[in-house]
Nanobody, 117 residues
Framework: QVQLVESGGGLVQAGGSLRLSCAAS????????VGWFRQAPGKEREFVGS????????AYTDSVRGRFAISRDSAKNSVYLQMNSLKPEDTAVYYC??????????WGQGTQVTVSS
């Protein structure tokens, strides 16, 4: 079992930055991919990006590529989502998940990100 806890959300003005953290406990991320997702009010949850824990390869959805960056810290068993040039449309609850593309086994509880215009 993997328990995931997100942190770092908050209120920021458009153009600002936030860094979200996803800390794992119970076991290491091992060979999983760790993904970030978001869900805005009235919308379906969408994929934001992911990183392969072992290899470090990353993938992003088009709307955040170039603005968001995912990194990992093996010593802290944590994954980070650095969000720059934030836009009001980035407002959502952000979740991290661990598993594989198309099969996300573990989810965190989410952290709210609000971007004001």
């Amino acid at each position: 079992q993997v328990q995931l806890v997100e942190s770092g959300g908050g209120l920021v003005q458009a153009g600002g930055s936030l860094r979200l953290s996803c800390a794992a406990s119970g076991r290491t991320f091992s060979s999983y991919r760790v993904g970030w997702f978001r869900q805005a009010p009235g919308k379906e949850r969408e994929f934001v990006g992911s990183i392969h824990w072992s290899g470090g390869s990353t993938a992003y959805t088009d709307s955040v590529r170039g603005r968001f960056a995912i990194s990992r810290d093996s010593a802290k068993n944590s994954v980070y989502l650095q969000m720059n040039s934030l836009k009001p449309e980035d407002t959502a609850v952000y979740y991290c998940a661990a598993g594989a593309t198309g099969a996300w086994y573990y989810w965190g509880q989410g952290t709210q990100v609000t971007v004001s215009s």
